[in-house]
């Protein structure tokens, strides 16, 4: 089921149901049947998100098999490593906290190779989980680096998770 979420800079699309979301995107997801109760967890979440009311994603990452879902509730039965280089890059992107950053380059060197930054760009640029999996903390050496979805929302959400991280001082 699709569901969907107004930013502040356009809107949000979750795909999946009530246990786990396959695709969180800034572009529409394919022709599935619009059902914002079936994922009303995540719409939920993204909605506190937004606010500036949540830091941390319920539930759990999943990343295996060069795929990543958003799992609504916690599985030990999941605690597989990554395996390739793409599950690596979203894995080390996603324990980037609420309110900080990194570059391409310091997610390559946490892989053990500072050549992979490339690579990291790739791989944010193919993330399935948009704003869930943080592709938008993730910045160039020198500049704000790309954005699949535009640069003004990399921009909109860094400066929302600044605002929100600035009140907690």
Known sequence: MI??????????YIA??????????????GDQVA?????????SAIEKYLSGSLKTFPGMIDIKDNRALWMRRKSALRD????TLFEKILHQIAQIPYGHTLTYG?????LGNKGLA????????????A???????????????????GIFRKEYLLGLEKEASDKDC
């Open 35 to 43: 059902d914002q109760g079936t994922v009303a967890w995540a719409v």
């Open 106 to 110: 310091d997610i390559a060197r946490k």
């Open 80 to 83: 597989i490593e990554p395996q």
């Open 131 to 149: 704003v869930v999996i943080p592709c938008h903390r993730v910045l160039g050496h020198n500049s704000i680096g790309g954005y699949n979805s």
């Open 3 to 12: 569901a969907h979420v107004c930013a502040g800079c356009g809107t949000i």
């Open 118 to 129: 490339r690579a990291v760009g790739q791989a944010c640029k193919k993330n399935p989980l």
């Open 16 to 29: 999946g149901n009530d246990s786990l979301v396959t695709a969180v995107s800034w572009l529409p997801i």
